[in-house]
C-alpha cells in the first residue's frame, strides 16, 4: 500500500484508540461494504483489541462491534479525536 503523504490509517491505531473517519481509499464492493459497516467520514471509532496474530481487529462504533481485515483498514484515514476535542476548548 502507498504512503498516504503521513496520514494516519485505521491500521495504525493502537487498541483503545478513539478515532474520527475523515476518508476511504477503497474503491468498488470493498468501499461499498466499509459504508455499508457504518464507516463513513465523521464517524468515531474506537479500536477494541487486535487478534492474536494482530489480524483482524474488532472496532467499537456507536451501539456496533465490528471486525474488519488489517488490509481493510489501511484504506481508512483517521484523525485522533482527543486533538479534536482539544481544539474545541
Not at 490509517?9 to 474503491?27: A, E, F, K, M, W
Amino acid at each position: 500500500m502507498p504512503e498516504r503523504g503521513g496520514a494516519r490509517t485505521l491500521n495504525d491505531i493502537r487498541p483503545g484508540g478513539r478515532v474520527r473517519i475523515q476518508r476511504h481509499h477503497s474503491s468498488g464492493a470493498v468501499r461499498q461494504r466499509l459504508l455499508d459497516l457504518g464507516l463513513m467520514p465523521n464517524v468515531v471509532v474506537t479500536v477494541v483489541r487486535s487478534a492474536p496474530l494482530n489480524d483482524p481487529i474488532e472496532l467499537k462504533l456507536d451501539a456496533s462491534s465490528i471486525t474488519l481485515r488489517r488490509r481493510e483498514a489501511i484504506t481508512i484515514e483517521v484523525t485522533s479525536e482527543e486533538t479534536r476535542e482539544e481544539t474545541k476548548q
